[in-house]
Nanobody, 121 residues
Framework: VQLQAFGGGLVQTGESLTLSCLASVRSLSNYNVGWFRQAPGQEREFVAHVSYSGGSTNYADSVKGRFTVSRDNAKNTAYLQMNSLKPEDTGIYYC???????????????WGQGTLVTVSS
């Protein structure tokens, strides 16, 4: 499975951005999809997860109420809708696919290349 994350860019504080994660194969529907981010000089951290069916989601406390994760299995695509963006949301955002589990990086089998989100103050 190859994943491609795109949709990043430069936005101002308070604006919105939607990231997409496109899978190369139809079998993405078998995988949980997670979004992670890595800020400059920091370790990569969990942002959000959506289960293989889309019926279950989880979020980091720092993005709850502002970010929404979803997926469209018919399009082999997962999304991360980011609202009310803050400068501390700046980083490279990665999508990943896990056959089992979702909470830790080690559970993910495939990773996209990342897309840069920059939020200016």
């Amino acid at each position: 499975v190859q994943l491609q994350a795109f949709g990043g860019g430069l936005v101002q504080t308070g604006e919105s951005l939607t990231l997409s994660c496109l899978a190369s194969v139809r079998s993405l529907s078998n995988y949980n999809v997670g979004w992670f981010r890595q800020a400059p000089g920091q370790e990569r951290e969990f942002v959000a997860h959506v289960s293989y069916s889309g019926g279950s989601t989880n979020y980091a406390d720092s993005v709850k109420g502002r970010f929404t994760v979803s997926r469209d299995n018919a399009k082999n695509t997962a999304y991360l809708q980011m609202n009310s963006l803050k400068p501390e949301d700046t980083g490279i955002y990665y999508c990943a696919a896990a056959l089992v589990g979702w909470a830790s990086e080690g559970q993910y089998d495939y990773w996209g290349q990342g897309t840069l989100v920059t939020v200016s103050s």
